[in-house]
Structures are given as structure tokens and as C-alpha cells.
């Protein structure tokens, strides 16, 4: 996680880095994240539960609230953390102009395109005069985000839209995703906002984490729990998805959907079992996955297998199961064993 943090700030050297921690730190844990982010220049994440868990963990530094308050007290919630908001809404306008306390760190949050969040950008100099003029607000900044960042041009036109908004405005800017920082240097200003590359993983379509200089943050291993024999013509798994065409010697492995492994990964995703590629076969189980030990006549059971990690890279299994790096990190279940590595 450390060594991603660095290669932002390679790719990013003049911006303040938002290192983005929502989703338990993309399934990490916030311990680690205040561990291996300990260098960065903020924390962003959503949950007010988990901004107060970091203060609790020691993490003095910037917070950046990326979905704003959900309610009224939420703001309040936010003075005391020593959080910043964001903005997007005319009911956060409402709650802001009608709090009373300690002055806010806010981000106005303009819509270049997403259409999520956001403040139309002819709606930002209005946005921005009526939160100025509150004496409750201490530091007035401005955001958006892009939906199209790893594509060839696609922060041209919201980059644009943003700029002739926020043309003469004060206050900090913040542009860049991960796709941005590692695409578009004209967006990086003053704050950068990486999220998915600091976990290792690649939010480019075409490009892999490793091809980019990133490093896998999480590994996901198991073992061989036995070995088994099919002759020509039998099935494997539930619904019999795979009929072998020849003799077979497979490996059932502990780890199924329970787990967070995909129950959608289809015969012939990759996995690796004592240390040599191989593939899955079958239906994933809740508790098991069936793979070809055609590849690694030697194995046995207790044979080490990795799922994901340093050698299986996360997106890899994710496109095979029709999905993202993200969902796969973010959906681990809570029963598998977590040990953290350092150094």
C-alpha cells in the first residue's frame, strides 16, 4: 500500500494526495489503510462510522467526507471529527446555512458529466458566494469527478466544463481519480483523489496493475483439501457444467463464494496451486472450488493455492467473472483469516 502511495506522488508530484479509504479501505481494513497510508496527505472516505473509527486508530491528519452529510447531524458529526464535506445538494445547502459550531472545511462538488452527484457548473459561482459569505465556513474548495478517466480524451470536455466554472473562484481544486492521475496530468491541481491503484489494481481497461507499476495489496490463498479422479465423461460440480473429455486429476480447494471468491468465475479461470497456473473448473461452490491439476502432477493435499494476489492478478480472475478488480477486493466475507504483512 506504501509503495502505491509513492508511485502516485511519482505520477503526481506537485498535488496533495486524498488517499481514498471508503468500503473498509476497499476490504483492507483501516487499520492497515492508516498503516500503509500513514504518508498520505489525507484520508477520503463516506462512512461517519469509519472517519471516527480512524480518529480512534490514531489518525490525526485531513479527512474528506466524499459523499457529504446524509442528514443534519451528520455536519455537526463532521465538525467534531475534524472532517471536511463535500457539497453536491441543495439539502446540504440547507443544513450548512442553518448549522451553528465550529467553522467547516467544505467541497463544492460539481457534475461535468457523471450524472450522480453534483452541482450543475452553471450553478457553481451561486453555490460558492452563499457558502463564502457564512461565517461557519472556514475553507471553501471545489471538485468533481469523471466518469471516462481512462479513456483517450475523456477528461477533455469535463475538465473544460469544470474550468470555465470555476474560473476566478478561490479555493483548492480537486480532479483527479485514478484513471486521471495515471492519464490526464492536466488534472491533477492541487489535490489528487486515487483510490483503486493505491490497492493495486488497475482501473485501465487495456493496461494491467503490473504494466502501470503497481503492486498487488491483497492475496487471497488457500490450500488443497484433496485430490480426485474422473474418468471420460463425468461430470464435475454442481449441474455437471464441466463433463471431463479425458481422465482428470483435479484439486478441490478451500475456498468458495462464501468467502467472496465469484460464484459466476466460469470454467478455466486462472488460479495457481503450488506455485504453476492452472484453471478452475466447474461451478464454484459456497465452500470450494474444483481445479485441474493437470499442470502440477506433483500436488497434494495441503498444496498451497493462490486465488489472487502477486501471481494471479486480481483483475484477471475479476474479468473472467464478468466484473471488476473492486468488487472482488470489497466483497471478501468476514470469516476468512486476515494477516497483514509488513515491510
Known sequence: MAANLQHVRARAPTSRVWAVVKANAYGHGLASACEGFSGADGLALIEFDHAARLRALGWSGPMLMLEGAFDAEDVRSAAHLG?????????????????????????????????????????????????????????????????DAEREGGTDTPCARFDQAAAGLPGWQSLANSGAVLCAPQTHRDWVRPGIMLYGATPMEHQSAADLGLRATMSLRSELIAVRQVQTGEGVGYGSTFVADRPMRLGIVACGYADGYPRRAPTGTPIEVDGVRTRTIGRVSMDMITVDLGPIPQAQVGASVELWGDRVPIDLVAAHAGTIGYELMCGLATRVPVHIVRG
Open 83 to 147: 472532517a471536511a464535506l463535500v457539497v453536491h445538494s441543495d439539502h446540504h445547502l440547507q443544513w450548512i446555512t442553518a448549522y451553528r459550531g465550529p467553522p467547516l472545511d467544505l467541497w463544492i462538488k460539481v457534475d461535468t458529466g457523471m450524472n450522480r452527484l453534483g452541482f450543475a457548473p452553471s450553478e457553481l459561482a451561486g453555490v460558492h458566494a452563499t457558502l463564502k459569505a457564512l461565517s461557519t465556513v472556514s475553507r471553501l474548495s471545489m471538485m468533481t469527478h469523471f466518469a
